[in-house]
């Protein structure tokens, strides 16, 4: 039986099917300031996003496996539109300010963004981020655990609860993950490797426009990416501010968050080096 096929004979109302009841008990504010609940159901916003958006990556990434660039192509496109919609999600943060946030901010501690394992999953799927592992050299690491070490709890926390999870998704990914897959498509239809490959493709994109509609989602996508990292930095400079020793969890290596956010966006920002050396 197919997938379509399995709906039942009898009716459903709208909060059954959506769950709705469930989905608005899950909103726990830990103190009764009024913008805490803001905090809560944005990020849960956010993380319901990237949930769609790793369903849609694995999807694209199982397409070109197969060889079936044209679906590929439609559900990157629609990775880098769900990346752009919840993005908006910031807008609302965005008026907060910063007494706002200090009045829960304590009350979270040390819970923080950089331990949205999803995050990472698509950052592992797009090809931009390693799980560290005991046989792993130190660069082969995810690069924040050197920050997060010394702040203790927020990494440590995040690695018991996340590390054999986020270690079998790499391990699978690390053949096919999206950057990886691209190239070999590119790869194969130029005859070319590396960054000569997305060279030859830049200068014959009429003779092989399907890689080329591949290259400019995946491109979009990463522009998508940056879009997130770089509004994300704008609100926490908002509302924590820019000061040093004004991060939450990281002031030992990079003196404010703010920096080491800058720094994030920096390092992570190219998911396909070959492609913006070649084309
Ligand atoms: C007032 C709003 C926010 C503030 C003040 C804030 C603050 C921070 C800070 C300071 C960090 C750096 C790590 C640390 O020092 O703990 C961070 C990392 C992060 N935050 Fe936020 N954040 C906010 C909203 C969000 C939202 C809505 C999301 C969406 C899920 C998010 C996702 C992340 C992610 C994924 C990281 C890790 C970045 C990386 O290491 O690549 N944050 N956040």
């Known amino acids: 039986m197919s997938n379509t096929e399995t709906a039942p004979t009898s009716g459903v109302t709208y909060w059954d099917y959506i769950q709705l009841d469930q989905l608005l008990s899950l909103q726990s504010p830990r103190t009764t300031a009024h913008d805490e609940p803001l905090?809560?159901?944005?990020?849960?916003?956010?993380?319901l996003w990237f949930r769609l958006a790793i369903y849609e990556l694995r999807g694209a990434i199982a397409a070109l496996e197969s060889g079936n660039i044209q679906q590929g192509i439609?559900?990157?496109?629609?990775?880098?539109?769900?990346?752009?919609?919840?993005?908006?999600g910031f807008d609302p943060l965005m008026t907060m300010t910063?007494?706002?946030?200090?009045?829960?901010?304590?009350?979270l501690r040390p819970a923080s963004g950089f331990q949205s394992s999803q995050f990472r999953v698509m950052e592992i799927l797009l090809g931009i981020r390693q799980v560290p592992s005991a046989d792993d050299s130190a660069k082969e690491q995810f690069h924040w655990e050197v920050v997060a070490a010394q702040a203790g709890e927020t990494f440590v926390n995040f690695m018991a609860r996340y590390q054999q999870e986020l270690q079998a998704i790499y391990d699978q990914a690390r053949s096919n993950n999206l950057r990886t897959l691209m190239l070999r498509l590119t790869e194969e239809?130029?005859?070319k490797t590396g960054v000569d490959a997305y060279r030859y493709l830049g200068s014959h994109r009429s003779e092989l426009p399907e890689l080329a509609a591949l290259a400019d989602?995946?491109?979009?996508?990463?522009?998508?990416l940056l879009d997130f990292r770089l509004s994300h930095h704008k609100v926490t400079v908002f509302t924590i501010g820019d000061a040093a020793g004004t991060s939450d969890a990281h002031t030992?290596?990079?003196?404010?968050?703010a920096g080491y956010l800058l720094?994030?966006?920096?390092?992570?920002?190219?998911?396909?080096?070959?492609?913006?050396?070649?084309?």
């Open 263 to 279: 720094n994030v966006i920096k390092e992570q920002s190219t998911i396909f080096p070959e492609l913006e050396a070649g084309m």
């Open 74 to 88: 439609v559900l990157l496109k629609r990775v880098g539109v769900i990346l752009r919609t919840a993005h908006a």
């Open 189 to 191: 239809g130029t005859s």
């Open 252 to 257: 030992p290596v990079h003196s404010s968050c």
């Open 39 to 47: 905090f809560i159901m944005v990020h849960q916003t956010f993380e």
């Open 98 to 107: 910063q007494n706002g946030y200090a009045e829960f901010r304590d009350a």
């Open 217 to 224: 989602a995946g491109r979009d996508l990463q522009t998508a």
